[in-house]
């Protein structure tokens, strides 16, 4: 268990998928055989304490929460965010057919319930898989799925948070958090890396606490969308072949979530802009969208991030300024009129470092990023993803 405090340590400072993927799977190697050494421990002896106190049997589950604020600051305690996010429908770009989907199932009848009376009924879709390479947008349209509907909770949960937790209590925050969403109706439940938490087991190696815990999410997720309780179950992974058979089969729908295509990845871009000082044309967008193939929403926010940087650069390294109408030191070229030959460096220390202004970002910032960037996702990556797609579930 110390052990895996390192691992968990690690996982939030890893940038690298694909190093955090293997750390995941390692991760989850390490805690059930950490259980299962437990578990021969409470049955034959005094078992290992944790942090001073000792592990709990199922008879010795003690007084649960006993009120929705009770549990409320409990699934804070467990790292369970209660938020309104704050994307924007329109900031999500492509992925029509996941788009509509959610539409048709939740934000629809909640925000327009005239529409399904008599016979029109919303579409019995109460939960979501979404699958597909890391960076693609799985988080960021389940936050903008929540911020379409005003009156809606939307709860996040991270696997990667959970799977230090002994199963037992695991068992319990899953009871918890829908007792929790019921209460906050309409509500959405994202769990990100699903497969973390409910991942196959080889050769049927599985402790009896993971069985306790996969059964008790899934009769939580079966019981969803009876009565009318207008909750929505979302759920991400990068790996959809490690998610458990039985949990895959529960999702109504399993939507592959791919790399942005070229107009998708050209709506990123002016997203990413907007509000900043640049003097990009329509045709440089399309040069981004072209040479930006091949690559994920996450690769292209590191590719504005490092953009953003050049002209600080610039205003660094250059040696000469010109002071605008308006008391402004710009770096400029030896040949502008009024240009001075100064470096950022002298003009601070003469007393004109709030004056000091960097040039608007261009087109030429971007492909001096992109000249060094590389896409994160292989075409083995994808390989996977398109054949599970074919297998199970369907384009996003």
Known sequence: ????????????????????????????????????????????????????????????????????????????????????????????????????????AFILPLKLPHFFTDKRQPRSWRSFLLYGPPGCGKSYLAKAVANEVDSSTFFSVSSLDLVSKPMDEREKLVSNLFQMARESAPSIIFIDKIDSLCGQHEGGNESEASRHFKTELLAQMQGVGHNDQKILILAATNTPYALDEAIRQCFDKRIYIPLPYDQARKHMFRVHLDGTPHNLEESDFESLAFWTEGFSGSDISVCFKGAMLEPVRKTRDAMFFVNNSSDIWVPCGPEQPGAVQITMLELAAQGHASKILPPPISNEDFMTVLARQRPAVSKSDLDVHERFTKEFGEEG
């Not at 649960?64 to 938020?83: F, N, Y």
């Not at 770009?93 to 788009?99: E, V």
């Open 1 to 104: 268990m110390n052990a895996l405090e390192y691992f968990k340590t690690h996982l939030k400072y890893e940038k690298n998928p694909k190093i955090k993927e293997a750390i995941t799977q390692k991760f989850t190697e390490y805690l059930r055989r950490a259980e299962e050494i437990r578990a021969v421990l409470d049955d034959g002896g005094p078992g290992p304490a944790s942090n001073g106190r000792r592990s709990r049997s199922k008879g010795d589950a003690g007084p649960g929460p006993t009120s929705v604020e009770q549990i409320r600051a409990e699934l804070e305690s467990w790292g369970i965010v209660r938020e309104k996010p704050k994307v924007k429908w329109s900031d999500v770009a492509g992925l029509d057919t996941a788009k509509q989907a959610l539409q048709e």
